[in-house]
Each structure stands twice: as C-alpha cells, then as structure tokens.
Nanobody, 126 residues
Framework: QVQLVESGGGSVQSGGSLRLSCAAS????????MAWFRQAPGKEREGVAG???????TYGEVVKGRFTISQNNAKSTLYLQMNNLKPQDTAMYYC????????????????????WGQGTQVTVSS
C-alpha cells in the first residue's frame, strides 16, 4: 500500500505561482510512476504532468512551459511548480502513483494509477 498526501494548494491571482507537494509513504518503489491530475467542477479528470520510473517527464499541452514536475532524491515527494497561473487552472489537484511501474505507454492513463491522494484545491482569480 502507498499513502499519498498533497499540500500547497490555495488561492492566487492570475499570473501568480504555487508549489504543490505530494508526500508518498508505505510500499513505494524507486521505479514508481507518479503524476499530477486535476479536475474542475463539471469536467473530467485530466493529466497535468507525470514522471516515470526513469525520470522522464510528460506535460499536458495546456500547462507546458508554465508547470514543472519534479521529485526529491528519495522519490518520496512529488512536486508541481505552477507559474503564470490562469483562472482555467482552477481545479482540485490530485497526486497519483502507479506502483510498481517503470514506464507507461501513456502518462495520463487514469486507470493505470493504483494509488491516489485526497487532492488539494487550487483557485486562480482574474
């Protein structure tokens, strides 16, 4: 079992920045795949950024150039640095882990991830 706890959400104005964190504990593995998803009210959950077990990162088209995904050296904490935030980034952000993993054919295959956090709310005002 893997437990995930997100933090760092909040309310910011358009153009602002936030850094989300996801602390992973339990039966983690060095080759786990990790990702950030988000879900806005009335919309489907969508992939934001992912990193596979070999450190290859993937970004959703709408966040490329603004968001950066990273991990600490122990791979126990996942980060999402979000810059130049826009009102359309408003959503609940979820951390997800596929363990064990290695590589994924598609980083944002929701059903591939077997562990999910409770989410952290990000609200961007114009």
């Amino acid at each position: 079992q893997v437990q995930l706890v997100e933090s760092g959400g909040g309310s910011v104005q358009s153009g602002g920045s936030l850094r989300l964190s996801c602390a992973a504990s339990g039966s983690t593995d060095s080759r786990d795949c990790m990702a950030w998803f988000r879900q806005a009210p009335g919309k489907e959950r969508e992939g934001v950024a992912g990193i596979d077990g070999y450190g290859t990162s993937t970004y959703g088209e709408v966040v490329k150039g603004r968001f950066t995904i990273s991990q600490n050296n122990a791979k126990s904490t996942l980060y999402l640095q979000m810059n130049n935030l826009k009102p359309q980034d408003t959503a609940m952000y979820y951390c997800a882990v596929k363990s064990p993993c290695g590589r994924l054919n598609w980083a944002f295959a929701i059903t591939a991830y077997n562990y999910w956090g409770q989410g952290t709310q990000v609200t961007v005002s114009s």
